[in-house]
């Protein structure tokens, strides 16, 4: 079917300039400190959301915790662990962009309330499985799948949700604080599963019973929110879905603030995020620790990760951001490598919790300014864009998997930290496009 791309308006048109502040956030940019961090917080509709995100989140990073420990005392594979969240991010690479076309068509709450439903029936499944000893690979492969089918749509929806609640000049503070919610989770989540793993009468079954507990906590929590109205996205038209994405990346295309974005948020992506799958590893035959070790480690890096997205909470918006996102992506990298070379638990919960901190502040910051650069009418197909970049993480961390078997997984995470840091450091010192970025960037 031919894509009949139009013409996209002006790129710089955001949710900004469409309409006054929402309530109660309105003298935001005057505040200082404290109160000008947790500025959103103040409207009721985006706390619901936000706290409906953070349940959410803290089952995710619960799964990552307990799927990564099951596949590894299955199999003792390192390649096997990339297999499975391949088999997640397959359908994030491929039904992303569908499911940001479907965010700007459909109600985005009930997108969200409809994939919080199947992530809590296939968790269940996983617990039962387990439960009566039947789990296999296999299952953990195909129930992966639809999980990951489940986010390439809930992802968009709740991201192109976020703007739309919170009104114009407050998507830098909510992307942050979303972020701050999935840091924090990520605390107490991996905290949480890793201890529960170790309780002989609770063990890696009880884990997944409670999380997928905690998914019909999330649909509880979503139906408060008002359904909202569809609206047929700019570009396009009902009947052809193909005919809207082909208008969503024509929009892109048109954007050299978007795709330079996008390209740094690609990069240190794919190739220093996947360092996370490799705990297990470091656990096990690096740090010789066990599972409670494990949570630890995971938990470092969301207490990292947690302060650097409130850190970006706090800035002002325009601080000259993009200097910043580029001395905290060199940061990253380098700060890779420092967790590479730790050989004691101490060492390694210290120098992870410094990479979540760089992660944190780059992902958040990154993510902001991308959707302040975003007309509302694009910000599904945008963000779908965005996830579909996600999904390529849980892709290379087969073959950084298998790298790791190879060579072992402190070589294979420095190698990934020093490429990472040169990326950064190299296209903010020769991209022109990256100098003009705060320029053209309406905040």
């Not at 905290?191 to 906590?217: D, E, K, N, Q, R």
Request: net charge positive; with cysteine.
């Amino acid at each position: 079917m031919a894509i009949k791309p139009a013409a996209p308006p002006a790129p710089a048109q955001s949710l900004a300039a469409e309409g006054p502040a929402a309530p109660g956030v309105a003298a935001a940019e005057s505040r200082s400190g404290f109160s000008r961090t947790f500025a959103t917080l103040e409207i009721p509709q985006f706390r619901i959301l936000w706290a409906g995100g953070v349940i959410s989140s803290l089952g995710v990073q619960m799964t990552m915790v307990a799927r990564g420990y099951l596949t590894y005392d299955l199999t003792g594979s390192a390649t096997m662990l990339g297999v499975v969240s391949v088999s997640w991010g397959i359908p994030l690479l491929f039904f992303s962009l569908i499911g940001g076309v479907m965010a700007d068509r459909l109600r985005k709450r009930d997108v969200i309330i409809t994939t919080q439903i199947v992530l809590g029936v296939t968790t269940l499944l996983t617990a039962v499985l387990i439960h009566l000893g039947f789990i296999e690979i296999w299952n953990l492969i195909a129930i992966g799948f639809v999980q990951g089918l489940c986010f390439a749509f809930n992802m968009p929806a709740r991201q192109a949700l976020l703007p739309e609640i919170v009104g114009a000049g407050k998507i830098q503070n909510a992307v942050a604080l979303s972020q701050s919610g999935m840091s924090l989770s990520g605390i107490v989540g991996p905290a949480l599963a890793g201890s529960l793993i170790a309780i002989p009468f609770v063990g890696v079954a009880g884990c997944f019973y409670l999380m997928a507990s905690i998914y019909g906590v999330v649909v509880w929590t979503m139906l408060k929110l008002p359904r909202g109205e569809a609206a047929a996205p700019k570009g396009g038209g009902r009947g052809n879905v193909f005919e809207d994405l082909g208008a969503g990346l024509a929009y892109v295309r048109s954007s050299p603030a978007l795709l330079i974005l996008m390209l740094l948020a690609f990069v240190p992506l794919v190739v220093g995020q996947p360092f996370q799958f490799l705990l297990p590893v470091f656990q096990k035959d690096v740090l010789h620790t066990d599972s409670v070790g494990l949570g630890l480690l995971f938990a470092a890096v969301g207490v990292g990760a947690l302060i650097g997205s409130l850190g970006v909470a706090s800035l002002r918006d325009g601080a000259n951001r993009s200097r910043i996102l580029a001395i905290i992506g060199v940061m990253f990298g380098l700060l890779l490598v420092f967790f590479a070379s730790a050989d004691s638990l101490p060492v390694a919960l210290i120098a992870v919790a410094l990479v979540g901190v760089a992660n944190g502040t780059y992902m958040a910051l990154n993510s902001s300014m991308m959707m302040g650069r975003t007309d509302r009418a694009y910000y599904g197909r945008v963000m779908s864009l965005n996830m579909m970049m996600f999904s390529t993480m849980p892709l290379v961390a087969m073959p950084v998997g298998i790298m790791a078997d190879a060579v072992g997984a402190p070589l294979t995470v420095g190698i990934s930290g020093i490429i990472v840091a040169a990326f950064v450091g190299g296209l903010a010192l020769m991209s022109s496009a990256f100098r003009r970025i705060d320029v053209t960037d309406p905040g």
